[in-house]
């Protein structure tokens, strides 16, 4: 497909789409569709053919529209009134509603909401609006339209100078400026190279990188599209969780729909850059997030880490020059290209720029997945954009950074969000999990749950981690036993920072951040325990035996 | 690439489901995994014979199969029961009660992760996180997914599933 019949296939379907005066979208990511979304979806479809109305009104699904705790939600557009809980008997209503030109109350979601009105919108800027099985409606939305300019119009040189332009760092947690990343595997004299998607979202509490590809699968494919371009690969990878079903099926259907359409495979949109996409397929191991142990296990292999260096832009797939960048970094790319890398620079903090999606959790009044600009401070986030934490209960903590970041109390709460502050508060920005916890949990028992995590996910092959997380969970499971004294605390911090230092691999090096943290914010709680209280009341076995 | 000859363990008409998957990947032996996943899909589990038929097929050495098999927690060598509940222990879910739902599963039917009902009726799994957190806790009973589950919630949801079943 050329950039003419792009062009042409965004009007066509853009004019199509405008004899239709209304649409209803229903969200069909996996949350809303595990709440009911595909039994909604046929009811208003059966609903708007039995009234006649379907040369007025059409039923769309989409991707994620953010509030999943107040799913399954269906959205009236052009008006864009928001409807929560919606069940099938509700179609009948709903319908009505949209004769009548009005909002239907019972139902209705305030589209006023600082949970809308304080996000900003570059990465889900098509989540809930674009139906993630069409490329038809992806190209409409100007889908595909970076990828051939970048192929028309730039050199790879052109294109990874506007990428270093935009500031973007790594979405995957780490934050290590992307545009760098880039120029290292172009740099590279290697024939061969790849570049790899790192789907294999293993944060507990994150569901971000799953929303992006069930939502906009072809946003992530032209991303890579363009990474290979500016790299010099022919051949990528996504490696996802198996776990998430849906997203591989939406993956695999946008990847045969964009080789169809001439926008992957052979000589795409008939210039001499090829670019094959496959996907590999996860098969539930934390430690394939790690970039070594998840190209170990593309090759196959059981996954485990090797040192680098290396590093994969000089020694990756099968010892070939190899990009790995994550979902989120990869979905940026295509507007990065369209608006212009300083267009891009102008959003978020000095250091941190652009936007970042969050997974909201826990305690906290509405849950889902927000995308805010970088800088933004952790209150607003939790009390605003979340409405706070429900039930009279107090805050006490957010946990950041899945197993391997930590846990940020009140008083740090006006942090700005960005790579930086987060990790000096001992914790991290992490892939985007955001958990946050009342005065109902236990900081030493939340502690002991991610050691048992770490213990259990340690691949087993670096002595410190595999005997060390092992060591850490029994002196946090002695201490909530209360079999522990005074001693414990400082073997915990002793131990900790013997992992963090010689463990082979990221998951090691961070499996001590959730104690140090806890240790250093939330000390008392533990001091607490070893007289043999929970201060949260939480753990029935507090008590001294 | 030359066809190998390794022959399906059985004369199972299923075993064509997993010749087709290593076939797509030109009997790669970096597809191994792929491999894998189409087994458990199609058997539910991987047996003894299936990692032998893999790995000769694949040209492995079986041990290098046995390995990445029991490297990969989404793998099991036991066959699961006719119903599975995999209760999610993520973050979200360990703090909104996921330690009460495994509690009553271990009181009322004496299941800890990973074991099965002695009448091979129920499998009980924890997964680290199904990315629901939204609706935290979660427990998928069969692919179907549950949220904001109490315990008691969970007791009557599972009476009713396995009540239907007896029936």
């Keep these: 497909m050329t950039l003419d019949e792009l062009e042409r296939l965004a009007a066509e379907e853009r004019a199509a789409q405008r004899k239709t005066a209304c649409w209803l979208h229903v969200c069909t990511a996996a949350s809303c569709l595990s709440a009911g979304a595909a039994e909604v979806k046929q009811a208003l479809e059966q609903e708007l053919a039995e009234r006649g109305m379907l040369n007025f009104c059409k039923v769309k699904g989409v991707g994620c529209m953010g509030l999943c705790s107040a799913g399954p939600l269906v959205a009236a557009q052009p008006e864009g009134f928001l409807y929560g809980r919606v069940t099938p008997d509700d179609a009948p209503d709903i319908t009505r509603s949209l004769v009548e030109g009005r909002p239907l109350r019972r139902l209705a979601v305030p589209g006023d909401l600082p949970f809308f009105r304080r996000q900003f919108k570059i990465v889900l800027e098509n989540a809930g609006r674009v139906d993630p099985e069409r490329l038809e409606d992806y190209v409409a939305a100007g889908g595909y339209a970076s990828l051939l300019k970048v192929l028309n119009e730039m050199t790879p040189q052109d294109v990874i100078r506007e990428v ?37 979202e293993g944060d507990p509490g994150a569901f971000m990188d799953r929303a992006v590809l069930e939502s906009d699968p072809h946003r992530v494919l032209e991303g890579m599209a363009i990474a290979a371009y500016a790299t010099g690969a022919r051949h990528g990878y996504i490696y996802v969780r198996a776990e998430y079903p849906l997203a591989v099926a939406r993956l695999r259907a946008a990847i045969r729909q964009a080789e169809r359409a001439g ?40 996954g485990t880490p090797r040192p680098r260096p290396p590093y994969p832009a000089e020694s990756g797939l099968w010892g070939h020059s190899t990009l790995i960048n994550n979902v989120e970094t990869l979905a940026n790319v ?35 997945l927000i995308e805010v600009p970088m800088g933004i401070s952790l209150r607003e986030i939790i009390f605003e954009i979340g409405g706070g934490v429900p039930e009279g209960r107090r805050f006490k903590a957010v946990q950041t950074g899945g197993p391997s970041g930590g846990c940020i109390p009140e008083e740090y709460l006006d942090t700005p969000v960005d790579y930086e502050s987060l990790s000096a508060l001992g914790s991290m920005m992490g892939s985007g999990g955001l958990i946050v916890m009342d005065d109902s949990t236990c900081m030493v028992d939340l502690a002991r749950f991610f050691l048992e995590f770490s213990k259990g996910e340690s691949c087993g092959k670096c002595v410190p981690c595999r005997v060390g997380t092992a060591h850490l969970y029994d002196l946090l499971d002695r201490i909530l036993r209360g079999e522990s004294d005074g001693a414990a605390l400082a073997m915990l911090e002793e131990l900790s920072d013997l992992l963090r230092h010689t463990s082979l691999c990221g998951l090691g090096q961070s499996a001590p951040n959730p104690v140090l943290s806890t240790l250093r914010h939330f000390r008392h709680e533990y001091e607490a325990h070893l007289e043999g209280r929970c201060v949260a009341g939480a753990c029935r076995t507090g008590e001294r035996r | 690439m030359t066809a190998p000859h390794a022959a399906p363990p ?102 800890k992760p990973g074991e099965t009902t002695p009448g091979g009726e129920l499998s009980l799994l924890t997964a680290r996180c199904v990315g629901s957190c939204g609706l935290a806790p979660v427990v998928v009973f069969d692919r179907e997914l549950a949220g904001k589950l109490s315990a008691e919630d969970l007791r009557r949801w599972l009476e009713r599933r396995l009540a239907h079943d007896a029936r």
């Design chain 1, 334 to 368: 295509p507007v990065i290209l369209r608006e212009g890398g300083e267009w891009y620079a102008r959003i978020g903090t000095p250091n941190s720029k652009g936007t970042k999606v969050f997974a909201l959790a826990g305690r906290v009044l509405h849950t889902g």
């Design chain 1, 164 to 200: 270093t332009a935009s500031g973007l760092r790594g979405r995957g947690g780490a934050g290590y400026p992307t545009g760098l990343k880039w120029s290292t595997v172009a740099k590279s004299q290697d024939r061969e190279k790849y570049v790899v998607c790192n789907a294999d």
């Design chain 2, 10 to 111: 059985g004369t199972d008409k299923r075993w064509k489901i997993v010749e087709a998957a290593m076939r797509r990947h030109g009997y790669r032996r970096d597809a191994l995994i792929e491999a894998l996943h189409s087994v458990q899909e199609t058997f539910g589990y991987l047996d003894d014979d299936s990692l032998r038929f893999v790995a000769s097929a694949l040209r492995l050495p079986l041990s290098a199969v046995y390995g990445v098999a029991t490297f990969y927690h989404f793998f099991t060598l036991k066959p699961p029961g006719r119903h599975t509940c995999v209760v999610c222990t993520g973050t979200a879910c360990h703090i909104k009660g996921a330690p009460e739902l495994l509690a009553l599963l271990e009181r009322e039917y004496g299941l």
């Design chain 1, 263 to 302: 926008l992957l495979g052979n000589r795409i949109a008939g210039t001499p850059f090829s670019f094959h996409v496959e996907v590999r397929l996860g098969a539930g191991a934390f430690v394939c997030g790690e970039e070594t142990a998840l190209m170990a296990s593309i090759e196959g292999r059981r």
